[in-house]
């Protein structure tokens, strides 16, 4: 493949997003871009400063004062807010849960935006998130927009839950992944949507590697 196209990787909360699009840019040495984690560090700094996530222009006046920075790596990407590492952090359930209300905020959108199209300028990226086909690379070369069943997904994180050494209840999952992915799609600016010429991949049954397989064919056709 010569050709170093842009991938865009949309839908709801643990459809395997990251998971497979990590796996697809290792197998064509592409960077993969986790977008998901900027808006999670900076629920993570508003929720240390105290702030009222629901306050647009409290949240917003973070902004000028923050350095997210992504550091690709050979096992995913590490996340670096003013200097600190908080990979880890910014996926423990007061950030998955404030996420939403952050990331619904207008300029904190454009912020976000401005910075991962600055990232993907040059190609060679597989980016993942809720808007990356229609607000971020509309012009991508392959758009997918990658679904599973919300009890799939349930199952999914709680199964993650375990082998990172906690318990949790699939059922609870659910009720907050249907609220995020309610929250996500019905926000007023770039809401979690379907761009028309995104490839639809449901996972409910399909392995990771069968996913990675199917988006790798769909980018081939896109090269060659
Ligand atoms: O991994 P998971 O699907 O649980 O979430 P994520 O990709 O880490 O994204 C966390 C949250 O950030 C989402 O629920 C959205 O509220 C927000 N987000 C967004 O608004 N736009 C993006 N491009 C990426 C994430
Ligand atoms: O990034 P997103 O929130 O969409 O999902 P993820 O964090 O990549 O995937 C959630 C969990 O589902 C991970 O533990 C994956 O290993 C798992 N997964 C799976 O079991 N089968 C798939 N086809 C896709 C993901």
């Known amino acids: 493949m010569d050709m170093k196209i842009r991938i865009a990787i949309d839908g709801p909360a643990a459809a395997g997003k990251s998971t497979i ?3 697809v840019a290792g197998r064509l040495g592409y960077t993969y871009i986790d977008t998901g984690a900027m ?3 900076l629920t993570y700094k508003a929720l240390q400063a105290g ?3 629901e306050k647009a222009g409290e949240v917003e006046a973070l902004l000028p004062g923050t350095q997210i920075i ?3 790596g050979a096992d995913g990407q590490t996340v ?3 200097g600190e590492d908080v990979t880890a952090v910014i996926r423990t359930a007061p ?3 404030g996420v939403s209300a952050v990331s ?3 300029g904190v959108r454009a912020y976000m935006v401005a910075e991962q199209r600055r990232m993907a300028r040059e190609g060679g990226v597989v980016m993942d998130g809720r808007d990356i086909g229609t607000a971020v690379i509309p012009d991508a070369e392959l758009k997918v927009f990658m679904t599973a069943s919300v009890e799939e997904r349930a199952r999914r994180r709680h199964l993650e839950n375990l082998a990172r050494g906690f318990d949790s209840d699939p059922e609870q999952l659910a009720r907050e992944i249907a609220l995020r992915d309610k929250k996500d799609s019905e926000r007023k600016v770039s809401p979690l949507i379907r761009a028309e010429d995104a490839v639809l991949l449901d996972t409910t049954d399909m392995s990771i590697e069968e996913a990675a397989d199917a988006i790798i064919g769909l980018a ?3 090269v060659g």
Do not use: F, Q, S
Request: no cysteine.
């Open 21 to 23: 699009a990590k796996l």
């Open 39 to 41: 808006y999670r560090a």
């Open 51 to 53: 702030i009222d996530l």
């Open 70 to 72: 992504l550091e690709p």
């Open 80 to 82: 670096l807010l003013d």
């Open 95 to 97: 950030v998955t849960n």
């Open 104 to 106: 619904a905020h207008a």
């Open 220 to 222: 081939g056709k896109k």
